[in-house]
Structures are given as structure tokens and as C-alpha cells.
């Protein structure tokens, strides 16, 4: 399973580079919202920073259209494609998003589905050439609905029709949310930094390690 990072902020994503556990970016307007940029001129120039960073050839990273109408979601769309190849450009799970995702397909510009919470979406999206689709996982647990059972019968239906769309998982909350999805075996994840660094986390582990080192100190120091 690949580990994206969910951010727009290139010191999270030098540390997820040095730790060797970037596979790939994704962003929203939320995202750059957070970061000390204010004019089109500079987000793009970010959007390229970005990229410049992942050395590897697997790597890319997601950015998000904001444009609501088909032709403002194309124009835009283009431009992103055009910034860097490793782009891929998300799109709204909407009427106008869904005839943009045919049109991207016919000109083999690479696209992420994002704001998926159903099957139905998850479908469309496949049908119309979605390299990626974003199921918005702990959003649907917080209106009490499974968003990892969500995951598993998107993936089945995508088996059965062997559908080349990708799921890359996303509004990741806790480390439960990555394990599950492994389990799935969905292609990638997305999530916070601070919560793929919660695998890390045992209790078990840390009184291990304490008891380690106060062994050894008792006898050698």
C-alpha cells in the first residue's frame, strides 16, 4: 500500500521524504488556504516547488480544480497538466466534474476523483476514466456511516469489472484507518503526517525500550 501525504506544506513533505515514506501529495484548496501564499502566481509556483521534490518516478501529487463550470473546470484543469507532468488533477465528485473526467480521459490527462461517499460515485467516476478515486473515509464515520465498508465494496465492484481506477483513501483519521484499508488492500492512503507517525505508537514498545536502557545503565554506567 502507498502512503500519501495529505498537505500542501513543504517542511512536512521534506520530513516524509527523509524518513523514506512518501509515495505521493495530495492537496486541496483548504490546504493552500494554510500557507503563506496570496496571489494565482505564487500557488502555482508552490504547486511546482511540490513537485520538484519527489525525485522518484511513481511520485506525484493531486491538485485540486476549483472551478465550477465544465469549461472553467477544463481551462483549469489544462493549465495544472501543463505546470508539471507530475500532476494529477482532482476532481469534484459533481454533474460538471463528471463531464470534465471524460473529457480529461480523451486527452489522456490523468485525474483524481475526489469528494467520493458512495458506490454510485465511486462507479461513475471508474466508467469515465478516473485514474484515482478519493473516498472520503473518516468524513462518513463522523455521520455514522462505515467509510471503511465503504472502501471494501468499491474495491469488489472494481475487481469484478477490473475497472483500472485506483482508490487513494482519503480523509485518514487514525492509524485503525490505515490498518483497515491495508487489510483491504486498497492501492494508497492519504492522510496527516502526524497520523501515519501514529503507527508508530505502542505502549508495549516504549516500556520495552525503557527497560533496555535501564538494564544496560544499571551495569555499565
Known amino acids: 500500500m502507498k502512503f500519501f501525504l495529505d498537505t500542501a506544506n513543504l517542511k512536512e513533505i521534506k520530513e516524509a521524504i527523509e524518513i523514506g515514506l512518501l509515495d505521493g501529495i495530495t492537496t486541496n484548496p483548504s490546504l493552500i488556504a494554510k500557507e503563506s ?19 522518484e518516478k511513481e511520485q506525484n501529487i ?16 489544462q493549465k495544472l497538466s501543463l ?15 463528471i463531464k470534465a473526467l471524460n473529457f480529461f480521459y480523451s486527452q489522456k490527462i490523468k485525474t483524481n476523483c475526489t469528494l467520493i461517499f458512495s458506490v454510485g460515485q465511486a462507479l461513475l467516476a ?24 465503504l472502501v471494501k465494496e468499491i474495491k469488489n465492484i472494481y475487481e469484478k469489472y477490473n475497472f483500472n481506477t485506483k482508490i487513494l483513501a482519503a480523509s485518514i483519521r487514525n492509524p485503525i484507518h490505515i490498518i483497515e484499508c491495508a487489510k483491504i488492500g486498497v492501492h494508497a492512503i492519504t492522510s496527516p503526517l502526524k497520523v501515519i507517525y501514529s503507527l508508530l505508537d505502542h505502549p508495549l514498545t516504549k516500556i520495552g525500550l525503557k527497560k533496555f536502557l535501564n538494564d544496560f545503565n544499571q551495569k555499565f554506567l
Open 37 to 55: 501564499i496570496f496571489n494565482r502566481e505564487q500557488i502555482e509556483n508552490h504547486y511546482i516547488s511540490i513537485c520538484k521534490l519527489l525525485k
Open 62 to 77: 493531486s491538485i485540486e480544480v476549483i472551478g465550477k463550470t465544465f469549461n472553467d473546470i477544463i481551462k483549469e484543469g
Open 83 to 97: 505546470l508539471h507532468p507530475k500532476i494529477i488533477v482532482k476532481i469534484p465528485m459533481n454533474k460538471e466534474g
Open 126 to 149: 471508474a466508467k469515465l476514466g478516473a485514474n484515482y478515486i478519493s473516498p472520503f473515509i473518516g468524513r462518513l464515520d463522523d455521520i455514522s456511516y462505515n467509510g471503511i465498508e
